[in-house]
């Protein structure tokens, strides 16, 4: 050896450590200690084994100057001079190996042997194994300071190991991410499991693979999809129950780790994946895993790659794991689709608004017996031409129903014009219903389309149709019985294709009695009439609005509201909500937006506790009767009739009791009904001419 490979022991550890601490390589790591310690002894050969404690045995992972078939050398723990090192942690240094009877001949040539453990935190993890052609080759300064650097290497070994080992699940993490994407951007499983397969050969380097499903037509395991074969290689993949790795595992629900195809004999290579590899069958590992659904085993997912050192096995199978309850998610989503997609029939609506959400259509939330009827006559009508008329007291939703009917039917894809009556000046609304020609009136300096128009081939949402002029009701009343348009100021009509939503919180009826409404325009209007409930007469919703409210505006204004306390659950609950669904919302947002706890109070609602106090002096009260035969006391409300003023009434008692009782429930159900007139005559039990007269006798104001 020349003087320039002669290391002192000071320099050779301090160029060691540095060069070992400037590599993020296992593999180089190995290289190196082995190469410097064979240097710094002057010796011609060596090897670095590793302990595998499954096993017992040490392999070779790296050698220098021996000729040995590595992945065949297997050495048991205890066998030879270097397993008793393995076994006992201790160093031997032999200067004459054929006076020692432990001594196992690799090379003819050897004559002396220096192992030395690798150990870090008590645990032997391998040994470095030294040999030269001289006897008395090594010295006691050369065990120790291959000692420390041994150490020193296994110390450093086992951290490149871990971050190697988080490297490998910080990319499986990344790819469960891509997985959980491919799943929910598509609904066709094909796609899906292609995607999977490719996404995990690109990024781990898992070689080829395959998703094999039970086929009930044929009664046996099918590939489904698969990386890396052709089309004939996939058709051969049928297999029974039990047959091959694919068929054990199905069985047995139990995954396989399979180290090396070619020396196992379950794997049948059915389908010819090793014609693909270009290295030895040897590398070549096997990973597969059960697809459960429920407590059912439907499919396999199975998955090859090259042995390579340092790399977790373990690790890989327990993400394979993951990946299959993603696969059996995507399969279970895929048939509950396919179920939707065969039953979309009218006979089985209950079905269907099971699978969309049972409290949800669109916007429209409620679990009422009044919603679900309201539900179901949106979806019975949604697909029609039919004009809809919606009626209903202000805030309870008209608006949203005439989306849920354009968007649940066959127009969806067209557009939806909305526009309200009552918040465009008469004189401007025929020009936006209808459009106006460039020049027709002061201030029309271009041609312009009309609503109408633009809604050709969708729906057009006319809001407070009961505020129009009677002028643009009948225009409205051609375009309804005609189909075309004329815009103010054209020559020609123009054809539309348009299905008409109507709405109004008036009672339309009364309006045609009072001359302010078409009759013949309503009733090309009222071809289906949806009447939607007020919130008060629907209480067992109130919860579900309450929760969807709470979360919508927690979002919007970042807030984690988690909740409202049962206080004030029943303080919103038992309030009557003149105002409704959209009086509801606006109480919700802003006790959201001032609220500073994580729940709603009942403090946080303290208008509606204070309408709730005053509110009852204006109800009907209960008649209580203090009667000892003698005495009578009547109470209705603020007026009190006792026996003194009951006297003064003489002639006109009955009439003046009754007429104040009679006074205050019509009062009650005007204000209950939205002053909709047919139907307080309804809820009252009287007819509707009945009503009026009794609105005029007894002079009710509203």
């Not at 989503?333 to 209950?350: C, G, K, M, P, W």
């Not at 959209?582 to 729940?599: K, P, Y």
């Amino acid at each position: 050896m020349s003087d320039k490979n002669n290391l002192s022991p000071f320099l050779s550890i301090s160029e060691v450590t540095m060069a070992m601490n400037s590599t993020l390589d296992p593999d180089k790591l190995l290289d190196l200690i082995l190469d410097h310690c064979i240097r710094f002894c002057q010796i011609e050969s060596g090897t670095l084994m590793l302990i595998d404690h499954n096993m017992a045995i040490l392999n070779i992972v790296r050698s220098r100057g021996l000729h040995i078939e590595k992945d065949r050398f297997k050495l048991k723990i205890g066998e030879g001079i270097t397993g008793k090192v393995a076994a006992s942690g201790k160093s031997k240094l032999i200067n004459d190996v054929s006076k020692d009877p432990n001594y196992i001949p690799i090379n003819p040539n050897i004559q002396s042997e220096l192992a030395i453990p690798m150990i870090v935190e008590d645990n032997i993890i391998g040994v470095i194994s030294l040999d030269s052609d001289r006897i008395n080759a090594f010295t006691q300064e050369h065990l120790e300071i291959v000692s420390i650097l041994a150490n020193q290497a296994a110390q450093i070994f086992k951290n490149l190991q871990t971050f190697r080992d988080l490297e490998q699940k910080n990319k499986i993490q990344q790819v469960l991410l891509e997985i959980s994407k491919i799943v929910t951007s598509s609904l066709d499983l094909q796609q899906i499991f292609a995607s999977i397969l490719t996404n995990m050969e690109r990024s781990l380097k898992l070689r080829k693979g395959s998703i094999v499903l039970y086929d009930e037509k044929i009664e046996r395991l099918r590939i489904h999809a698969a990386v890396g074969l052709k089309d004939e290689e996939i058709e051969r993949g049928i297999y029974e129950s039990g047959e091959g790795v694919t068929g054990n595992v199905y069985k047995s629900g139990e995954p396989a780790m399979i180290e090396s195809v070619n020396n196992d004999p379950s794997f049948i290579n059915k389908v010819g994946y090793l014609e693909h590899f270009d290295v030895e069958n040897d590398t070549v590992c096997l990973l597969s895993v059960p697809i459960r659904s429920e407590q059912a085993t439907i499919g396999v997912l199975t998955v090859f790659l090259l042995k390579e050192d340092n790399v977790s096995l373990q690790t890989y199978q327990d993400f394979l794991k993951v990946v299959s309850s993603t696969i059996s998610q995507a399969i279970k989503v895929h048939n509950l689709v396919d179920d939707i997609t065969r039953e979309i029939s009218q006979e089985n609506v209950l079905l269907k608004r099971e699978l969309k959400g049972k409290y949800k259509f669109g916007s429209l939330i409620g679990r009422s017996k009044s919603m679900e009827k309201l539900f179901e006559k949106i979806r019975l009508v949604a697909d029609s031409r039919a004009s809809v008329l919606v009626t209903g007291e202000s805030g309870t939703g008209k608006e949203m129903i005439a989306s849920a009917i354009h968007y649940n039917g066959n127009r969806a894809d067209k557009p939806f014009i909305k526009i309200n009556c009552a918040a465009i000046p008469e004189h401007l609304l025929e020009s936006e219903l209808f459009g106006h020609k460039k020049g027709s009136f002061t201030g029309a300096f271009a041609d312009k389309k009309g609503k109408f128009e633009l809604a050709d081939g969708g729906t057009i949402f006319l809001d407070e149709i009961g505020e129009m002029d009677l002028n643009l009701q009948s225009k409205l009343l051609r375009v309804l019985q005609e189909k075309e348009v004329e815009a103010v100021g054209a020559v020609k009509v123009k054809k539309v294709n348009i299905r008409v939503i109507a709405a109004t919180n008036l009672d339309l009826e009364s309006q045609i009695t009072e001359k302010k409404f078409r009759s013949d325009l309503y009733y090309r209007l009222n071809v289906v009439n949806i009447e939607t409930p007020p919130l008060r007469d629907r209480k067992e919703d109130i919860p579900l609005l309450i929760a969807h409210f709470i979360d919508k505006y927690a979002k919007e204004n970042e807030k984690k509201i988690s909740g409202i306390s049962k206080e004030g659950l029943k303080l919103l609950t038992n309030f009557t909500w003149p105002g409704n669904v959209r009086e509801l919302e606006n109480v919700i947002e802003r006790a959201v937006v001032l609220s500073q706890s994580d729940t709603l109070e009942e403090e946080d609602f303290a208008d509606i506790a204070e309408k709730n106090t005053s509110d009852t002096s204006n109800n009907i009260e209960v008649i209580t009767s203090r009667d000892n035969e003698s005495t009578l006391t009547i109470d209705i409300g603020s007026n009190t009739y006792t026996d003194a003023s009951l006297e003064q009434l003489d002639g006109k008692a009955l009439e003046v009791v009754v007429g104040e009782i009679e006074r205050r429930l019509i009062q009650y159900a005007m204000k209950k009904f939205r002053y909709t007139k047919t139907r307080v005559a309804k809820y009252l039990g009287i007819n509707r001419n009945t009503l009026d007269k009794r609105i005029k006798e007894l002079k009710i104001e509203y």
